[in-house]
């Protein structure tokens, strides 16, 4: 297997801002289960730093331009309302919270182990409802 076939099934349509909140959470969550380390061994695929590479040219990065979510709310350093950064208590996933070493992205640069964005991803899909995020009205 190789970069191409991870491509189709774990990335199969690039980041962009127009898709619906929860097309963004699901293409997030898509991409970071195709980072699972047995995953990336099964395609024949290396991880270093932030980046994904196949035959030692073909690469992908893990980055705000590689992230639904991020296209879709970033703007400068600002999350803004992305559903992510807001089940996290508005704390970006690049830092960490009280009880976190290291936010989930800078843990899976560190460490290869994406399960900590997984389940902040999957705790975030689980938080909407089929209208969109549920925000707290204030």
């Known amino acids: 297997m190789s970069m191409i076939a991870w491509t189709k099934r774990y990335y ?17 969550l898509r991409k970071w289960e195709g980072l699972r380390k047995k995953i ?49 208590g508005c704390v970006q996933c690049d830092y960490a919270m009280s009880r976190e070493e290291e936010g989930p992205y800078e843990y899976w640069v560190t460490t290869g182990n994406p399960e900590p964005m997984i389940a902040w991803l999957e705790l975030t899909l689980s938080a909407m409802k089929p209208k969109g995020f549920m925000r707290p009205r204030s």
């Open 12 to 28: 199969p349509v690039s980041a962009r801002r127009r898709m619906s909140e929860l097309a963004a959470v699901q293409h997030s």
């Open 40 to 88: 990336l061994a099964e395609y024949k695929i290396k991880k270093y730093d932030n980046k994904i590479i196949s035959d030692g040219a073909v690469s992908l990065e893990i980055n705000e331009e590689t992230c639904a979510l991020c296209k879709k709310f970033r703007s400068g350093d600002n999350c803004g309302d992305c559903p992510l950064y807001l089940v996290r």
